[in-house]
Each structure stands twice: as structure tokens, then as C-alpha cells.
């Protein structure tokens, strides 16, 4: 029976899994779609991960990185869910605006539609109006022919209110296309009692009820646990959650989120997907660099101790994507690195020696406003005088020009008209396009612009290559008009935007690694493309340590 009705089958349609979350958040949700991704992609296919966010908010833009992490921006200027960046660092393929739909972003669309008059005096309503414009969104990436499979995650847990309308749109697309054209991965929580002894199943049972009353079976379970689960429990939870024996998934605790598709893979995920959906799987899998690349992460050589100087360290999250790059960078010279975060409002020139004093490089943070900056410009202080190898991304890249400006060039309050409006030396300024404009969200700076760097720099050496294009989120900017007095003195921009002249990289050529970037390298490091300044900066920390130590693992203590 063909069952397409509204949605028109396309020759080259994806595809669809949909990934949902049952029992609590914080499953691995993203971490699971991306892993998945990786081994339909080892195997040949063409994926591409979306997410959908129950939120009201627009994008995540606005928020605060307390609220949810960090927001990653993609080449084309969304300001999007952290997830995306796991989807890009696993897959090594861009994401963009289409990639992440927020619930704000679904109605924004409606009301402009009902206030152009576009629905002809119909009463607008959450289904099926609502659901129409998620099924739009959730379809289309998987009809532009680009991809065999589309994997779309929905944020939050199966019974929240809030994610209702995403869940019927997923059962109202199942009735609609073809039994083997779309698939549901329910992710969920096998919680070990310590007292019992014992894990227990009932969460999931009820979550995938829960999940069933609004018309959803699940044809997968990706079972979270810190222990092995035993075939009776397989048996069980196949049985009594109406699913074949094979897609009773475990998702043991690992070390590393780079180890998950291994896992994933010993559990045949891929295999089974690839069944239910009548996909071939005579590709064999290709793995080789994903592999390479987890041996070298599990064996470091050595290690060094990079200081992460930023004012949202008590959340990892609130700095994924730099943390994640360290991985990369660390993994290509073959060390581990050990971030240090350090609070930027606890620090000031009385104890930056007892704070800093034992680390080998330095990196400060992004971020915006004036609470723990003059921390950020104190550490840079430290950083150059002492010739540790620095860098500073966006804010901290700008507080390295203020820094510079108050301390070798004696522009005494010299800052950034962002943190002080009244300053006599506004060496970092607001960029004229953004002065007229009055709202906050999606107005910054955003995504992909050209820079071009100059010969014989630091950035050049670290690029290799003289054009490159890095993705942005900023209000302010170096000052152009103080740029000569800044290069006689030391500093210089040794990368620009070739379009307006925006200075896009300083550097102190006579410290062996002091660089700050207006932009965000941190988005663009893959497992597969580390970022070259954050392997640059690792390896100038590893000389700055001077002759690396072997780590002593525990298992050779052991041997
Ligand atoms: N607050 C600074 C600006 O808007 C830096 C932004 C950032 O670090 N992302 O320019």
C-alpha cells in the first residue's frame, strides 16, 4: 500500500531517523545521533544530523552558556544548539540554518504566515498548523537530494509537554511515508540500584508507554547504563517494549564521547538500522582514521597543562567546542592536554604567578561584558612578559589589544568601548554596521568571512595557506585607527578581512607563540581536521614544557 499522501515522494528522498529521549535528559542524545552518523557514514552513505529544540527562544543566541552550553555558529551564521558542533565534529561535514529548529523559530514562521494572511481566515491551530511547519522542517534536508539519511534528534524527554507537537509531526510522517523509509531510536536511562544490586528496567518500559499512548512505537532502544545489560534483560525489554531482539541497543559509560561509534558498532546499531530501513550494507566499514585517531587519545606520549582563562568555567559546556579542539590538537601531537580552567574574576596581578605560574600555555575565552575581564587582561600580562604561549579567541583576542595598548603603550584606560563607553582609548570599537542596530537576537557578526594573512607570520606558518575562512559571532573589533601605533610597537595584524580591513588576527612576533583571533577557531576543529592554531598552540606549549615526561598509564604500573 502506498501511503504517502501529503508528503510528495521525492526521487532522491532521504531517509529519516528520528532520535528521541525517554526517562531523563542528558542521555547522549546528540553524542548517540552523531555516532550513529559516523558508522552510516564510514559506510558509505550520505548523512546529515538536525535537531529539534522544544524552547520559545528563536535560537539559542541569547541565552546565557548557563542555560544550555555554549551556542556553536555554523558557516552560514545560525546561532545554534552546542550539538551540532558533536554533529560536525564527528561527520566533518558543515551543518547550517536548516540543521536546528527551535519551537520560537516553528511559530515565528506561522504568525509572520497568519499575519500576511496566507491562511484565508482558517483559526490557526497547533495541529494541524503547528505540525505542518515542523513536518516542513523536519523533511527538508532530506529533499534536497544531498543525503541518503537524515538523523533528527528532538530535544527534551518523551512526556514534556513542550515536545507534544515534534512528537505527533514524527508519528503523523511515519503514517505518511513508507514502513522502511523512516525508523525511531528511543534513548533511555537502565538505572543500577546499589541497594538491589540490580539494574532496573521499569523507566524504560514506561517511558516507551509513555511514548505509545501518543501513537509512537519505537522500533530501537538505546539503553544508557553503567553495566553490561544480561540477555534476560535484552529479552525482557524487547518483550515487554514491543521490539525485535536485536534492537535492544546497550550504551555502556565510556571514557571518551570519540569512543561511542566503537561501541555503537559492537552492538551491529549500524547493521540493524541499515536492515530496517532495506538499506544495503555490503559497503565494508571504513573506520581507519577514526581509529587512529581514538589510539592516540587512549596513549599519549605526554602531557601538557593548558590554562583555560574564562568566566563560565564552572560549566564544561559553557566551552565545548574549545574543549573538544584541545582533543584534536592534543591527539595530533600525540599528548594529552590537561585544561586548566581558571576563573577570570579570581584572578589579579597579586596571585597570576601562584594561578599560572605552573601551566604551558594559555588560552582566554570568548564571551561578552564587563564581569571578570580585568582577570582575562592580568593572565595575558602574565602570558607575554613570561613568553608563555598564548591565544585569545574573539573577547580574548580583544583583550590582548587592550592589554598591549595599556602596558607597552602606555595608553592608560585604554579598552573596549563594550566594557567602557567613556574610555580615552577605545582600541577596540564597536564595527560601524552593527551601530544602527537595536535587537539582540541573530543581529552580531555571524558566520563564515574571508581573512587574509600576511607573509612571513605566525599564522601563516600555523595555516600553511594565505586565504582562509573562519566562522564569526562579535559586536566590536580592533580599532584600525590605532593599528600603526600598535605595529611599531610590537603587535602586529597578521591577518585581515580583505573586504573591509577588519583585523581578524594580532600577533606579538617576538614572543615564539602570542596570537589572538577575532574569530572562533574552536567551531571548525574535527576529529578528522584539527584546528592548526590549536595544534600549533599544543605543540608550542610541548616545547615550552621543554622535554616531554612519559605518562606513567596505570597499566603500565601495572605491567
Ligand atoms: N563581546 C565581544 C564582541 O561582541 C566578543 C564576542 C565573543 O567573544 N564572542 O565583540
Same mark, same amino acid.
Given at each position: 500500500? %502506498?501511503?504517502?499522501?501529503?508528503v510528495?515522494?521525492?526521487k532522491?528522498?532521504a ?13 547522549g ?7 550513529l ?10 548523512v ?8 520559545i $527562544?528563536?535560537d ?13 555558529v555554523?558557516e552560514?551564521g545560525? =546561532? ?7 554533529? =560536525? ?10 540543521? %536546528? ?13 497568519? @499575519?500576511?494572511? &496566507?491562511y484565508?481566515?482558517?483559526t ?7 505540525t505542518?511547519?515542523?513536518?516542513r522542517?523536519m ?12 538523523i533528527?534528534e528532538i530535544? *527534551?524527554?518523551v512526556?514534556?509537554?513542550?515536545a507534544?507537537?515534534y512528537i =505527533?509531526?514524527?508519528r503523523?510522517? @511515519? ?14 536511562l ?10 532496573k528496567?521499569?523507566p524504560t518500559?514506561?517511558?516507551? !508507554?509513555?511514548? +505509545? ?9 538505546v539503553?544508557?547504563t553503567e553495566?553490561?545489560?544480561t ?5 525482557k ?5 514491543n521490539?525485535?531482539?536485536d534492537c535492544?541497543i ?5 571514557n571518551?564521547? #570519540? ?6 558498532q559492537?552492538?551491529k546499531a ?12 555490503? !559497503?565494508?566499514?571504513d573506520l581507519t ?6 589510539d592516540?587519545?587512549? $596513549?599519549p606520549?605526554?602531557?601538557? @597543562?593548558?590554562?583555560l582563562i574564562?568566566? #563560565?568555567i ?10 573538544e579542539a584541545f582533543i ?12 586548566e ?6 584572578l ?15 588560552l ?5 561584558? %564587563? ?18 604561549p ?8 580583544q583583550?590582548a589589544?587592550? =592589554?598591549f595598548?595599556?602596558?607597552?603603550l ?9 566594557m ?13 554596521? +552593527?551601530?544602527?542596530?537595536? $535587537? ?8 563564515? #568571512? ?6 612571513d ?12 575562512s ?5 559586536r566590536?573589533?580592533? $580599532?584600525?585607527?590605532y593599528?600603526?601605533?600598535?605595529? %611599531?610597537?610590537?603587535?602586529i595584524?597578521s591577518?585581515?578581512n ?6 581578524e ?5 617576538a614572543n615564539?607563540?602570542f596570537?589572538g583571533?577575532?574569530?572562533?577557531p574552536?567551531?571548525?576543529s ?10 600549533g598552540?599544543v605543540k608550542a &606549549?610541548?616545547?615550552?614544557? *621543554? ?10 604500573v601495572?605491567?
Open positions: 500500500m %502506498n501511503r504517502y499522501k501529503f510528495k515522494p521525492f532522491n528522498m531517509k529519516y531517523i528520528f532520535v528521541t529521549g525517554g526517562v531523563t535528559s542528558s542521555l542524545k546528540g553524542i548517540f545521533a552523531a555516532s552518523a559516523k558508522l552510516l557514514q564510514a559506510r558509505g552513505y550520505r546529515t544530523i538536525q535537531k529539534f529544540d522544544p524552547y $527562544n528563536v539559542p543566541g541569547t541565552l546565557n552558556p548557563y542555560e544550555h552550553g555554549e551556542c556553536y555554523t552560514d545560525a =546561532e545554534t544548539d552546542l550539538d551540532l558542533g558533536h554533529y =560536525e565534529r564527528f561527520l566533518n561535514t558543515p551543518t547550517s540554518q536548516a540543521n %536546528n529548529v527551535t519551537t520560537g523559530r516553528v511559530y515565528q514562521t506561522v504568525i509572520t504566515k497568519e @499575519r500576511e494572511g &496566507a484565508l481566515g482558517k490557526v491551530q497547533v495541529i494541524p498548523h503547528i505542518d511547519e515542523i513536518k522542517r523533511l527538508l534536508l532530506g529533499q534536497t537530494g544531498e543525503f541518503d539519511i537524515v533528527t530535544g *527534551g524527554t512526556g514534556d509537554i513542550e507534544l507537537p =505527533e509531526t514524527l503523523q510522517i @511515519r503514517w505518511e511515508l513508507e514502513e522502511h523509509d523512516t525508523l525511531v531510536c528511543h534513548l533511555t537502565i538505572p543500577y540500584l546499589k541497594s538491589a544490586k540490580e539494574l528496567t521499569k518500559q514506561h517511558s516507551v !508507554k509513555e511514548l +505509545q499512548t501518543i501513537g509512537v512505537r519505537p522500533d530501537i532502544l539503553c544508557r553495566m553490561e545489560i540477555d534476560d534483560m535484552r529479552k525489554l524487547a518483550l515487554f517494549c521490539v525485535d531482539r535492544v546497550q550504551a555502556l559509560d565510556v571518551s564521547i #570519540y569512543a561511542v561509534p566503537l561501541e555503537m559492537k552492538e549500524d547493521l540493524t538500522v541499515l536492515r530496517k530501513l532495506h538499506l544495503s550494507a555490503d !559497503k565494508p566499514i582514521k577514526w581509529n587512529e585517531f581514538l592516540k587519545v587512549s $596513549n606520549k605526554g602531557e601538557v @597543562r593548558i590554562g574564562g568566566k #563560565y564552572e560549566l564544561q559546556d559553557a566551552y565545548k567546542s574549545i574543549h584534536h590538537g592534543g591527539a595530533s601531537n600525540n599528548v594529552k592536554v590537561i585544561v580552567s581558571v576563573h577570570s574574576e579570581h589579579d596581578a597579586s596571585n597570576a604567578h601562584e594561578m599560572l605560574g605552573n601551566l604551558h600555555g594559555l582566554v575565552a570568548p564571551g561578552f561584558g %564587563n564581569r571578570g575581564i580585568e582577570g582575562k587582561i592580568e593572565a595575558i600580562k602574565y602570558a607575554r612578559e613570561n613568553k608563555i598564548f591565544f585569545g579567541i574573539c573577547l580574548g583576542m583583550c589589544v587592550i =592589554e595598548a595599556r602596558n607597552v602606555g595608553m592608560k584606560g585604554a579598552h573596549s568601548t563594550e567602557n563607553p567613556n574610555t580615552p582609548h577605545p582600541v577596540i570599537d564597536m564595527m560601524e554596521a +552593527q551601530k544602527k542596530i537595536k $535587537n539582540k537576537g541573530g543581529t552580531m557578526r555571524l558566520g563564515a #568571512y574571508r581573512c587574509d594573512l600576511k607573509k607570520t605566525l599564522a601563516l606558518r600555523l595555516y600553511g595557506q594565505e586565504h582562509i573562519e566562522r564569526h559571532r562579535h566590536f573589533e580592533f $580599532n584600525n585607527t593599528l600603526e601605533q600598535f605595529e %611599531n610597537a610590537g603587535m595584524a591577518g585581515k580583505p573586504d573591509n580591513g577588519l583585523v588576527i594580532v600577533e606579538i612576533p615564539p607563540f596570537i583571533v577575532q574569530y572562533h574552536e567551531l571548525k574535527t576529529v578528522d581536521n584539527p584546528h592548526p592554531l590549536f595544534v598552540l &606549549a610541548i616545547e615550552f614544557k *621543554g622535554v616531554l615526561k612519559p605518562v606513567v598509564t596505570k597499566e603500565k601495572e605491567a
